[in-house]
């Protein structure tokens, strides 16, 4: 029976992604994209013997993303380049000496059984093949204008996996210069003079480049976007003085709140509240009481820091309801400014600014004017690769 290799290359470090792992450990829907390439991979082609992943060089990710895999895995280390990169998971084969080698881009999690079949019937006839699609839009010379048209009838975009019969490719890796670079791995065979022969490629194999195309994989996989919902709650002080902060306005309420910062209870629930729908811990965490460099600060620089994190994740808050807790001061004759202000912190509708105030029935210590409390909700919707 013919003896199959794979070799995933996974060393890129994905300068286009933008991600904060490189793009091939980007989580697509609870398993990485390298995963669901090494995955996909062995049910395009189930009688593989050997995947060979080629990494970069001290990559942290990769152990636990193969933990468990059903079948023979080797890892190696990648050069500077792709070429490179391929001949040192090439040189993993030599013992193993397969009939076939198949080159895959880690980046590309669907591969098509449809694809992997032909490529494999084709390699009865020639010793290289690719999988190729067509060019759909014009394709022009660019140098910052628009230049001449290129044929796009004679052009055709290039996919991986590109299959190889390994005594012929395996030779002509181990020649090259150290140095030598070439797009992709069938260039070096069309280099060396192989017979190479195509398939159809699939637009369903698209190489997972910018942070758009993890949501379109995603999509794919029939997953979507999740509402998440934070509550806070907070209590400060009453102590003498003339004002008091509330919800992002100074309030002359005969009185003052106690606290490291302005004291600000209901934006210090509210902050709360959208860290709750990240799962991003307390205010405590992200601005610890005892650092001075907090005392006195105006709250709504906490409450502009959570805001920086929904987007940071990707997410958009939706939707804000706090309730105040307090015999004094009332709070309906402020609360449209109140509105206001979180609504302009928050670059929120003032529709999606809730705030309405409640007493305990003079119960309690909020009844007996000891300290005013406040809780908050936030909506907040988030990735679906979140
Ligand atoms: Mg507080």
């Known amino acids: 029976m013919t003896t199959i290799a794979q070799i995933l290359v996974a060393a890129g470090a994905g300068a286009r992604f933008k991600g904060d792992k490189p793009k091939q450990y980007a989580n697509l829907a609870g398993k990485s994209v390298l995963r669901r390439s090494l995955d996909n991979l062995k049910e395009a082609f189930p009688t ?14 990769l152990a636990e993303q193969i933990s468990g895999f059903d079948g023979t895995i080797i890892t190696v280390p990648g050069g500077k380049t ?12 030599e013992d193993l000496a397969p009939d076939l080698v198949f080159i895959h881009d880690a980046a590309r999690p669907f591969v098509a059984a449809k694809v992997a079949e032909e490529l494999l019937s084709t390699l009865q006839n020639v010793q290289a093949v690719a999988p190729i699609l067509p060019v759909i839009d014009a394709v022009k010379q660019f140098d910052e204008t628009l230049g001449d048209d290129l044929q796009r009838g004679k052009m055709r975009r290039i996919q991986t996996p590109q ?55 995603i999509r794919m996989l029939g997953k979507k976007n999740y509402i998440a919902t ?41 902050t709360d509240a959208i860290y709750g729908a990240l799962a991003e811990g307390d205010i405590g965490d992200h601005f610890p009481p005892a650092d001075p460099k907090w005392k006195g600060v105006e709250s709504h620089v906490f409450l502009s820091h959570a805001k920086s994190l929904v987007k940071k994740r990707g997410g958009t808050l939706q939707h804000i309801d706090i ?59 988030m990735p679906a690769y979140d």
């Open 82 to 93: 792709r070429t490179q990169s391929v001949r040192a998971g090439m040189a993993t084969l």
């Open 323 to 381: 309730t105040l807790i307090c015999e004094q001061p009332k709070i309906k004759p402020h609360r449209e400014n109140m509105r206001r202000r979180v609504s302009e912190i928050l670059g929120l509708s003032e529709n999606r600014v809730s705030i309405k105030a409640t007493t305990t029935e003079m119960l309690g210590f909020t009844g007996r004017g000891e300290g005013i409390a406040a809780q908050a909700t936030a909506t907040v919707s």
């Open 48 to 61: 593989t013997r050997a995947f060979v992943i080629v990494h970069a060089d001290g990559d942290p990710y």
């Open 230 to 270: 934070g509550t806070g709650f907070d209590v400060h002080r009453t102590e003498p003085g003339d004002s008091l902060w509330l919800c992002g306005i100074e309030i002359a309420a005969g009185f003052s709140l106690k606290g490291h910062s302005d004291a600000d209870v209901g934006l210090h629930a509210l």
């Open 163 to 217: 299959g190889f019969r390994y005594n012929d490719i395996w030779p002509i890796f181990q020649s090259l210069e150290a140095d030598a670079q070439f797009a992709d791995d069938i260039a070096v065979a069309k280099f060396a003079g192989l017979s190479i022969g195509t398939v159809d490629g699939d637009e369903k194999t698209f190489k997972i480049t910018y942070p758009e195309d993890l949501e379109k994989a």
